[in-house]
């Protein structure tokens, strides 16, 4: 585990880290934390709620929130002295145990975001601008997965798609037997993507899928890359850093970015971005908020976009310290997570006769079990409203996956007796579940199969009408048809007959991945 390094000067002169430091903060205890810590640490959680998501948001403790708020303290109570003297020297604190964490070559590779949407956003622009300014001809591809986040193929239409590039997806199995599936249809992509002389000016390559969740071979793939002339490489590996092990020396893509409030015990929200060093796009990434620090190179333009909280990006040293009171550090932690996700897994899929999505070597601490078919999901909108239902009537938090391409398969198949699995649960393991969180998971989905329940029972077309609530409806729509294009519309009016489960209209659409 990287050790935490000596405060160091800031890197901008007028901000030079002389004046007052904060105290630092307590070193980690000899003695292992025990469970009754780990139990103390968690308190905030709430304790009425199966919380089996880790996965979407993270988790922080108490002794990390209570530095971060020792910080906030010190900003609120001289904003100037913390501005001249402490922000960048923490920052910096921050980046250099990042850049050790990681096998940085150098704390100059590190800049903290966010999160890994603002990375993407970082890296894309970047490339928006290469076609504006000529230095990528229009056509030119940037190849991606099928299963790559939501935001990100957003931020790959709203910059690079827009700007000119042909973007071509990587269709991936799922299920998936093994890593050479994603291998082959990798290949394959990259096969089309280079058809008749086009280049490839950017992969983007998830390392750890969110939904459905799989470790994607990731070193193989930028490999890949590399002997197939593709420009640049980058890693959104949003669910990673305290999933599986990382290393971006040897993984060797040029970008690389993950969440720290996710996995690694950090608060919200904070992510790195490794830019490789060396070669001149390095020197052209800048962040998206632009401020004083522009062109002072990534690092310092991230370390100040205006007025916020920094703390969170400030107790990246915390949350090591925090790591290292488990027996192996984080290594120790990734694999009880792991050894615990497969376990909890299986007894869920042996209890509704289904199976994994994916073999234990392609899990982190996150697994796909397959739901009963009985529950007929057929659509993100029937497993919008039943993790809804798993919520308010049974306070389950998990994900639910809807696999289209199963069902497309089932259709397309010889063998009609075919019943593939359609619904996905993605549940997580972090170091505060316990075995009743998945047992109350698996009897909340057998009561509801014991019942006869079906998805459709929760359509709104099999709903008794209350007219006063459609009226309200009525005039929600109406105020957004105000105010968003066609095309929104139908993307955010679908989920309005959602709203009796208490469904929020903006929320929902990125529901089906959270």
Same mark, same amino acid.
């Given at each position: @585990?990287?050790?935490?390094?000596?405060?160091?000067?800031? =890197?901008?002169?007028?901000?030079?880290?002389?004046?007052?430091?904060?105290?630092?903060?307590?070193?980690?205890?000899?003695?292992?934390?025990?469970?009754?810590?780990?139990?103390?640490?968690?308190?905030?959680?709430?304790?009425?709620?199966?919380?089996?998501?880790?996965?979407?948001?993270? #988790?922080?403790?108490?002794?990390?929130?209570?530095?971060?708020?020792?910080?906030?303290?010190?900003?609120?109570?001289? +904003?100037?002295?913390?501005?001249?003297?402490?922000?960048?020297?923490?920052?910096?604190? #921050?980046?250099?145990?990042?850049?050790?964490?990681?096998?940085?070559?150098?704390?100059?590779?590190?800049?903290?975001?966010?999160?890994?949407?603002?990375?993407?956003?970082?890296?894309?622009?970047?490339?928006?601008?290469?076609?504006?300014?000529?230095?990528?001809?229009?056509?030119?591809?940037?190849?991606?997965?099928?299963?790559?986040?939501?935001?990100?193929?957003?931020?790959?239409?709203?910059?690079?798609?827009?700007?000119?590039?042909?973007?071509?997806?990587?269709?991936?199995?799922?299920?998936?037997?093994? +890593?050479?599936?994603?291998?082959?249809?990798?290949?394959?992509?990259?096969?089309?993507?280079?058809?008749?002389?086009?280049?490839?000016?950017?992969?983007?390559?998830?390392?750890?899928?969110?939904?459905?969740?799989?470790?994607?071979?990731?070193?193989?793939?930028?490999?890949?890359?590399?002997?197939?002339?593709?420009?640049?490489?980058?890693?959104?590996?949003?669910? #990673?850093?305290?999933?599986?092990?990382?290393?971006?020396?040897?993984?060797?893509?040029?970008?690389?970015?993950?969440?720290?409030?996710?996995?690694?015990?950090?608060? +919200?929200?904070?992510?790195?971005?490794?830019?490789?060093?060396?070669?001149?796009?390095?020197?052209?990434?800048? &962040?998206?908020?632009?401020?004083?620090?522009?062109?002072?190179?990534?690092? @310092?333009?991230?370390?100040?976009?205006?007025?916020?909280?920094?703390?969170?990006?400030?107790?990246?040293? =915390?949350?090591?310290?925090?790591?290292?009171?488990?027996?192996?550090?984080?290594?120790?932690?990734?694999?009880?997570? &792991?050894?615990?996700?497969?376990?909890?897994?299986?007894?869920?899929?042996?209890?509704?006769?289904?199976?994994?999505?994916?073999?234990?070597?392609?899990?982190?601490?996150?697994?796909?079990?397959? @739901?009963?078919?009985?529950?007929?999901?057929?659509?993100?909108?029937?497993?919008?409203?039943?993790?809804?239902?798993?919520?308010?009537?049974?306070?389950?938090?998990?994900?639910?996956?809807?696999?289209?391409?199963?069902?497309?398969?089932?259709?397309?198949?010889?063998?009609?007796?075919?019943?593939?699995?359609?619904?996905?649960?993605?549940?997580?393991?972090?170091?505060?579940?316990?075995? =009743?969180?998945?047992?109350?998971?698996?009897?909340?989905?057998?009561?509801?199969?014991?019942?006869?329940?079906?998805?459709?029972?929760?359509?709104?077309?099999?709903? +008794?009408?209350?007219?006063?609530?459609? =009226?309200?409806?009525?005039?929600?729509?109406?105020?957004?048809?105000?105010?968003?294009?066609?095309?929104?519309?139908?993307?955010?009016?679908?989920?309005?007959?959602?709203?009796?489960?208490?469904?929020?209209?903006? &929320?929902?659409?990125?529901?089906?991945?959270?």
């Amino acid at each position: @585990m990287a050790s935490i390094p000596p405060d160091e000067p800031a =890197e901008n002169g007028h901000r030079n880290g002389n004046g007052p430091s904060p105290p630092p903060a307590k070193r980690a205890r000899a003695a292992p934390i025990s469970a009754a810590e780990i139990r103390d640490e968690f308190a905030h959680h709430d304790p009425a709620v199966a919380r089996v998501n880790n996965g979407s948001f993270g #988790s922080c403790p108490a002794s990390v929130l209570q530095e971060q708020a020792r910080w906030q303290r010190l900003f609120l109570a001289q +904003p100037d002295d913390f501005y001249f003297h402490s922000l960048q020297p923490g920052l910096r604190r #921050s980046r250099a145990a990042v850049a050790a964490l990681v096998n940085a070559g150098d704390v100059s590779e590190i800049s903290l975001v966010d999160n890994a949407t603002t990375a993407a956003a970082i890296v894309l622009q970047h490339a928006a601008w290469s076609f504006a300014e000529g230095r990528f001809a229009r056509g030119d591809a940037v190849l991606m997965l099928h299963y790559a986040y939501g935001a990100v193929k957003k931020s790959i239409q709203a910059y690079a798609a827009r700007a000119g590039a042909a973007v071509v997806e990587v269709p991936l199995p799922f299920p998936v037997a093994s +890593p050479d599936a994603i291998v082959a249809e990798f290949r394959a992509a990259l096969a089309v993507a280079k058809a008749g002389g086009r280049r490839v000016r950017l992969a983007v390559i998830d390392h750890i899928t969110s939904m459905p969740s799989v470790v994607i071979p990731v070193k193989e793939l930028v490999a890949i890359c590399r002997q197939e002339g593709v420009d640049k490489v980058f890693v959104d590996a949003a669910h #990673s850093i305290g999933q599986v092990p990382v290393d971006v020396s040897d993984i060797g893509a040029d970008f690389y970015t993950s969440n720290l409030h996710k996995w690694f015990f950090c608060p +919200p929200a904070v992510a790195f971005l490794h830019t490789r060093k060396g070669g001149p796009v390095a020197s052209q990434l800048h &962040h998206p908020v632009v401020s004083h620090e522009y062109g002072n190179g990534l690092p @310092m333009e991230s370390g100040w976009i205006g007025t916020r909280d920094y703390s969170a990006q400030i107790v990246v040293p =915390e949350a090591i310290n925090f790591v290292n009171r488990f027996e192996g550090g984080i290594e120790g932690i990734r694999n009880r997570n &792991h050894d615990k996700v497969i376990e909890m897994g299986n007894m869920l899929a042996d209890a509704w006769g289904t199976s994994l999505g994916s073999p234990p070597e392609m899990c982190g601490s996150m697994v796909m079990v397959g @739901m009963p078919n009985c529950l007929g999901i057929e659509s993100d909108d029937d497993a919008i409203r039943v993790r809804t239902m798993l919520r308010k009537d049974f306070r389950v938090e998990v994900p639910i996956y809807y696999n289209t391409r199963r069902l497309e398969e089932q259709e397309t198949a010889t063998d009609n007796n075919a019943d593939p699995v359609t619904g996905y649960v993605r549940i997580s393991h972090q170091i505060y579940n316990v075995k =009743e969180d998945y047992e109350r998971l698996r009897d909340a989905v057998n009561k509801l199969v014991a019942d006869g329940f079906t998805s459709s029972k929760l359509r709104p077309s099999e709903k +008794p009408i209350d007219h006063n609530r459609t =009226e309200r409806n009525h005039r929600r729509k109406k105020l957004w048809r105000e105010d968003i294009t066609s095309s929104q519309q139908q993307s955010i009016l679908r989920y309005a007959v959602a709203d009796y489960l208490g469904v929020d209209l903006c &929320h929902s659409q990125c529901s089906s991945e959270i």
